[in-house]
């Protein structure tokens, strides 16, 4: 398998966005907000809105809403939801690294319905792994890497100059799963 290069992922899911808005439409305080998915989300979301221009943009933790959390529990340096833009009526690009079950993005959606309604929300990610639990799909995709070993996690990572890598590591199983 492969390993993606995330930095062409990265290029690639920009230019789709920077066809798919007008000029300025994340530069306006009402323009379209962005929301990463704490953390490779997050990441890029900060990356998304230097590069677009973006008046601001936010974190999401969607640990609260996860399907796993009684399993899981809370992680110890969890962060809260930061949002520093209204919700209500406004247009979301949510930005996370991997879709794989759409579980995280099912979690993220409710985590944002928490602080309003939103007039849309858009998905975009770095990379697409197939496997699908839910009907998810992303407007915007860097790529996709579905010949994945089902055991195996696709992680982000960002190096000290801001550039990102793709790395493949085990899964590891919930405490208390079997």
Known sequence: MNIPDAEALYRAILEQIRAAYPIGAFGAPDGVAIAGIRSGGAWLAERLAHDLGAAQWGVVNVALHRDDYAKKG???????????????????????????????????????????RPASVELAVLVDRGGRELPVAARFTGG???????????VLERADDGRFAMCVEPRIEPRGAH
């Open 144 to 154: 996709e890497a579905q010949q994945l070993n089902p055991d195996s996690t696709l």
């Open 74 to 116: 809370l992680h110890s340096q969890a962060s809260p939801t930061a949002l520093p833009f209204e919700v209500e009526g406004r247009r979301i690009l949510l930005v996370d690294d991997v879709l794989h079950t759409g579980r995280t993005v099912r979690a993220a959606l409710n985590e944002l319905y928490d602080y309003g």
